[in-house]
């Protein structure tokens, strides 16, 4: 008898979404605007396909919807899934492209600023 469609592939645990992409050390200023709020400065610290880790000194909420802008690029949709100090990680709502995430590690090398 036939099998129907495997459900496995459609409920992936968001959490474990970062460890199937490779993170890579960057180096870039950004500007940073909560949902109805305003534009702030910050770091992004490391980036991945799903995400990214932000340095700031501006407080955001866990959970909180952010507009994460880098040079030359359209906005990016995160989500801040966690908070330590004055660090944050972020979910993409939407994955980069693997060339775009090439693209911007090779642009904006850590050059041992981390």
Request: aromatic residues 8%; hydrophobic residues 30%; contains cysteine.
């Amino acid at each position: 008898m036939p099998k129907g469609p495997d459900k496995r592939d459609e409920t992936v645990d968001k959490s474990d979404e970062h460890r199937r992409f490779s993170r890579g050390e960057v180096y870039i200023t950004i500007d940073v605007r909560e949902h109805g709020g305003g534009r702030h400065k910050a770091l992004i610290m490391d980036l991945s396909q799903s995400g990214c880790r932000i340095s700031s000194v501006t407080y955001m909420g866990e959970g909180k919807n952010i507009h994460v802008t880098l040079p030359g690029f359209a906005p990016l949709e995160a989500v801040i899934v966690w908070k330590k100090q004055d660090e944050y990680g972020c979910s993409f709502l939407q994955r980069l492209h693997p060339a775009i995430y090439d693209h911007i590690r090779a642009k904006y090398p850590s050059l041992g600023h981390l």
